[in-house]
């Protein structure tokens, strides 16, 4: 079992900078891909990136490349997403999630939820 909790989340201005945590209890951590997702109001929830158990591989949504880097450290069971030069499309509730599989997955995949972090960016 494993129990997720975000935090991080906040008010922004357009080109700010954000960097959400993600901590994890449970011994299994370390096991675990973790990804990000992003839910904006009346929309789907959506992937937004994801890294393997030992952080060697990391996954990204085309609309995130290059502005956001998902990291974690497994000593301390947290995943990180630093988000710079955030934009006002950026705004969400922003949840971390577990799985088993190391490549991006159909939501129904991912085994553990966090509860979620609002991120809003203003223009």
């Known amino acids: 079992q494993v129990q997720l909790v975000e935090s991080g989340g906040g008010l922004v201005q357009a080109g700010g900078s954000l960097r959400l945590s993600c901590a994890a209890s449970?011994?299994?951590?370390?096991?675990?891909?973790m990804a990000w997702f992003r839910q904006a109001p009346g929309k789907e929830r959506e992937f937004v990136a994801q890294?393997?158990?030992?952080?060697?591989?990391?996954y990204y949504a085309d609309s995130v490349k290059g502005r956001f880097t998902i990291s974690r450290d497994n000593a301390k069971n947290t995943v990180y997403l630093q988000m710079n030069s955030l934009k006002p499309e950026d705004t969400a509730v922003y949840y971390c999630?577990?799985?088993?599989?190391?490549?991006?997955?159909?939501?129904?995949?991912?085994?553990?939820w966090g509860q979620g972090t609002q991120v809003t960016v203003s223009s």
């Open positions: 999630a577990a799985t088993s599989w190391a490549r991006p997955q159909a939501i129904p995949k991912y085994d553990y």
């Open positions: 449970g011994r299994t951590f370390s096991s675990y891909t």
């Open positions: 890294i393997t158990w030992s952080g060697g591989t990391t």
